[in-house]
């Protein structure tokens, strides 16, 4: 079975900065995308940062310029570096992962979209 575990969350006043993390394990055979979604009480959940197994990034208007996605691939671990953070960043926040992967029971192959638990993200003084 395959986990995908986030980590990083917490408390931080506004102007500080949170480095999250998310490691893939399992029987991976290979991770195509990976990303980052949030939703805050009372608001649609939006995606955050993606960044694809060619290296290319995508990002929201709200975080350009503050968040940076980035990768590890010897580790399966994304990660979201973010900085300068405003109490509207306030959220859950959920890694997406588009894996292929081996079904243990049978040996064969599947790929589809795989969800971590979430991280409670919260900014304020």
């Known amino acids: 079975q395959v986990q995908l575990v986030e980590s990083g969350g917490g408390l931080v006043q506004p102007g500080g900065s949170l480095r999250l993390s998310c490691a893939a394990s399992?029987?991976?055979?290979?991770?195509?995308?990976m990303g980052w979604y949030r939703q805050a009480p009372g608001k649609q959940r939006e995606l955050v940062a993606a960044?694809?197994?060619?290296?290319?990034?995508n990002y929201a208007d709200s975080v350009k310029g503050r968040f940076t996605i980035s990768r590890d691939n010897a580790k399966n671990t994304v990660y979201l570096q973010m900085n300068s953070l405003k109490p509207e960043d306030t959220a859950v926040y959920y890694c997406?992962?588009?894996?292929?992967?081996?079904?243990?029971?049978?040996?064969?192959?599947?790929?589809?979209?795989?969800w971590g638990q979430g991280t409670q993200v919260t900014v304020s003084s």
């Open positions: 997406n992962a588009d894996m292929t992967i081996v079904v243990v029971t049978t040996g064969k192959t599947q790929s589809a979209d795989y």
């Open positions: 960044i694809r197994s060619g290296g290319s990034t």
């Open positions: 399992g029987s991976i055979l290979s991770i195509y995308a």
